[in-house]
T-cell receptor, first 112, second 115 residues
Framework: EAQVTQNPRYLITVTGKKLTVTCSQNMNHEYMSWYRQDPGLGLRQIYYSMNVEVTDKGDVPEGYKVSRKEKRNFPLILESPSPNQTSLYFC???????????FGPGTRLTVL | AQSVTQLDSQVPVFEEAPVELRCNYSSSVSVYLFWYVQYPNQGLQLLLKYLSGSTLVKGINGFEAEFNKSQTSFHLRKPSVHISDTAEYFCAVSDGPGGYQKVTFGIGTKLQVIP
């Protein structure tokens, strides 16, 4: 089954404790992206990647890092989380040929 | 820079009535436009997209949208809604097909279908 998986689905952590949210897709897609969703603000793009070792900033990259060492994985790293990063995070992927963007189920992060 | 404006944050509509969800965009480059739907407690799912060609785009679940370049709009329509259409709808603009590069979403419109 074609899918994008994210782990963990729910996470409660404390300020400053480094964390990683994993994202993996099994569709051999070149393009992957991270978004955060906040009430009243919709989805905002954090980072995206056009292919392995190619990443670029979206609209709200501050406080986040990403890496793309393998085509299927695109982890989101919060080196020192802060309460304003409490949000619902989505990973997505699509083929470079251009078509549907597939979204993961979301990760709800709470930073205390 | 690109931006998306969804003019209505909430739209209540009676079952079997028509609905239009409005979306206006701005972009300095060629645009590719998308509508996504998010059902409660779920991820986003593509409803339809405009990349090029015919300005009237048909999507899943009976939805369609019309690209209007002069009015910079991409409004979503359905002639008769069902209870199952209750969800949040997001308009998005990208500078590449399939959301290659930067993708900007609107703040979303919550469609509430009233029985």
């Amino acid at each position: 089954e074609a899918q994008v998986t994210q782990n963990p689905r729910y996470l409660i952590t404390v300020t400053g404790k480094k964390l990683t949210v994993t994202c993996s897709q099994n569709m051999n897609h070149e393009y992957m992206s991270w978004y955060r969703q906040d009430p009243g603000l919709g989805l905002r793009q954090i980072y995206y990647s056009m292919n392995v070792e190619v990443t670029d900033k979206g609209d709200v990259p501050e406080g986040y890092k990403v890496s793309r060492k393998e085509k299927r994985n695109f982890p989101l790293i919060l080196e020192s989380p802060s309460p304003n990063q409490t949000s619902l995070y989505f990973c997505a992927s699509s083929s470079i040929v251009g078509d549907t963007q597939y979204f993961g189920p979301g990760t709800r992060l709470t930073v205390l | 820079a690109q931006s998306v404006t969804q003019l209505d944050s909430q739209v209540p509509v009676f079952e079997e009535a028509p609905v239009e969800l409005r979306c206006n965009y701005s972009s300095s480059v060629s645009v590719y436009l998308f509508w996504y739907v998010q059902y409660p407690n779920q991820g986003l799912q593509l409803l339809l997209k405009y990349l090029s060609g015919s300005t009237l785009v048909k999507g899943i679940n009976g939805f369609e949208a019309e690209f209007n370049k002069s009015q910079t709009s991409f409004h979503l329509r359905k002639p008769s809604v069902h209870i199952s259409d209750t969800a949040e709808y997001f308009c998005a603009v990208s500078d590449g097909p399939g959301g290659y590069q930067k993708v900007t979403f609107g703040i979303g419109t919550k469609l509430q279908v009233i029985p």
